[in-house]
């Protein structure tokens, strides 16, 4: 069964303060892993698709990298406009159609 | 233009009642996706059509839940006999591509069953 586990479920930071989210999987066969963002009483919004291990994407203070068995979302010098919840996907090879989410970072970034 | 719309926003039912939930994807989207998403939950997938066609129902909990898309854009999710463990706030979402993880999400309707 495919299993998505991201930590910390919670993380406070100042405004400017880096850190980096953390996503572990375990899949049949990885098709793509993906990160999300959400914000309360809204629809998650695609941010990034990653295929390999090694691969990089970047989008102004966010970069999202791949190993064989994890994914961090790196946010360098974030504002109080990144505060969401991030959620990391992941898509199985063999067929599979839907995403296997996991639970969320709930991130708050403090004036 | 517009993003995927979804309507109720919130439905409160009765245990046992039936529910339809609308979902109007963005247009020339030809691939549609039902999620579920409870409290402090990632969203769980449930159906996904390509055309007018279920390709993938496998996401579906039971019987009591069903979902049509006739005309190949919007979509209808409908449950009957509902249940207090159906309370969710259950997501639209569509994409051009097929087969893909890059989708674009609807605000979701919120179900609330008494």
């Known amino acids: 069964e495919d299993q998505v586990t991201q930590s910390p479920e919670a993380l406070r930071l100042q405004e400017g303060e880096s850190s980096s989210l953390n996503c572990s999987y375990t899949?049949?066969?990885?098709?793509?892993l993906f990160w999300y963002r959400q914000d309360p009483g809204k629809g998650p919004e695609f941010l990034f698709t990653?295929?390999?291990a090694g691969e990089e994407k970047e989008k102004e203070r966010l970069k999202a990298t791949l190993t064989k068995k994890e994914s961090f979302l790196h946010i360098t010098a974030p504002k109080p406009e990144d505060s969401a919840t991030y959620l990391c996907?992941?898509?199985?090879?063999?067929?599979?159609?839907?995403?296997?989410f996991g639970k969320g970072t709930h991130l708050i970034i403090q004036p | 233009g517009a993003g995927v719309s979804q309507t109720p926003s919130n439905k409160v039912t009765e245990k046992g009642k039936y529910v339809e939930l609308r979902c109007d994807p963005i247009?020339?989207?030809?691939?549609l996706y039902w999620y579920r998403q409870s409290l402090g939950q990632g969203p769980e997938f449930l159906i996904y059509?390509?055309?007018?066609?279920?390709?993938?129902d496998s996401g579906l909990p039971n019987d009591r839940f069903f979902a049509v898309r006739p005309e190949g854009s919007v979509s209808t999710l409908k449950i009957q006999r509902t249940e207090r463990g159906d309370s969710a706030v259950y997501l639209c979402?569509?994409?051009?591509?097929?087969?893909?993880?890059?989708?674009?999400f609807g605000e979701g309707s919120r179900l609330t069953v008494l």
């Open positions: 979402a569509s994409s051009t591509r097929t087969n893909t993880g890059e989708l674009f």
């Open positions: 899949v049949s066969g990885l098709r793509g």
């Open positions: 990653l295929y390999s």
């Open positions: 996907a992941v898509q199985a090879g063999g067929g599979a159609d839907g995403l296997t």
């Open positions: 247009s020339g989207h030809t691939a």
């Open positions: 059509f390509q055309g007018t066609g279920a390709a993938d």
